[in-house]
C-alpha cells in the first residue's frame, strides 16, 4: 500500500469543493479536514474572516496541521479543505505534512466565475451551507492563482464523469 497523501482541495467559493469531499470521504474512505468547521469549533459561525483575529489564525491552522497528520500517521489519505486560493498559501499547507515525511497533492476543482457566483446566490436563498460575504467571494476572485503542474495537481472539471475521473486518478494509488 502506498504512503497516504494529503490533497488540498484549491478552488473559488462555491466551486464544489465541499460536493467532492463528500463523495472522496463517501467512496474512498479518504478523511476530510475542513477550515470552516474548525473555525465554528472556534466560536467563529460567518465566514467574514475580517472578524478573525491574527492569534485565533494561527491557532485554527495549527489545528488544522494537527488533524492531517494524525490521520495521515493512522494511514488515512486527507483531504484538507479551503480555497487555498494563493499558492504561498498551498505551500504553506504542505510544510508540516513534509516535515513528517508525507506527500501533498492539490485537487484543483475547476469553476468559472459566473458559476460560483450563481451557486452563491443560490445558497443564499437555501441556507444549505456558510454564506461567503461579498467582499470575501470578490476577493478570492481576483486573487485567484490557478495551481500550476509543479505542484503536483490533479484537475477536477465536474463536466467530466466523476466515476471516470475517480478511476483515472485514484485506483492505482489505493491498491
Not at 460560483?116 to 436563498?125: P, S, W
Not at 461567503?132 to 500550476?148: A, G, H, K, L, Q
Request: aromatic content about 10%; hydrophobic content about 35%; proline content about 4%.
Amino acid at each position: 500500500m502506498n504512503k497516504p497523501t494529503q490533497y488540498l482541495l484549491v478552488g473559488l467559493p462555491f466551486s464544489g469543493k465541499t460536493t467532492l469531499v463528500d463523495e472522496l470521504v463517501k467512496r474512498l474512505g479518504f478523511k476530510s479536514v475542513n477550515i470552516d468547521e474548525i473555525k465554528k469549533e472556534f466560536g467563529y459561525k460567518a465566514l467574514d474572516d475580517d472578524h478573525v483575529p491574527d492569534k485565533i489564525w494561527e491557532k485554527i491552522f495549527n489545528e488544522i496541521n494537527k488533524r492531517v497528520i494524525k490521520y495521515l500517521k493512522n494511514g488515512f489519505n486527507v483531504l484538507t479543505e479551503t480555497a487555498w486560493v494563493k499558492r504561498e498559501w498551498r505551500d504553506k499547507g504542505r510544510l508540516a505534512p513534509s516535515k513528517e515525511g508525507f506527500k501533498t497533492k492539490v485537487i484543483y476543482v475547476v469553476c468559472t466565475p459566473l458559476t460560483a457566483r450563481k451557486r452563491l446566490l443560490e445558497n443564499r436563498q437555501t441556507k444549505k451551507r456558510f454564506d461567503v460575504p461579498d467582499n470575501i467571494f470578490e476577493e478570492s476572485i481576483r486573487d485567484f492563482e490557478v495551481p500550476t503542474k509543479d505542484e503536483d495537481v490533479i484537475i477536477y472539471d465536474q463536466l467530466e464523469s466523476l466515476d471516470k475521473w475517480i478511476k483515472n486518478n485514484f485506483t492505482s494509488r489505493l491498491d
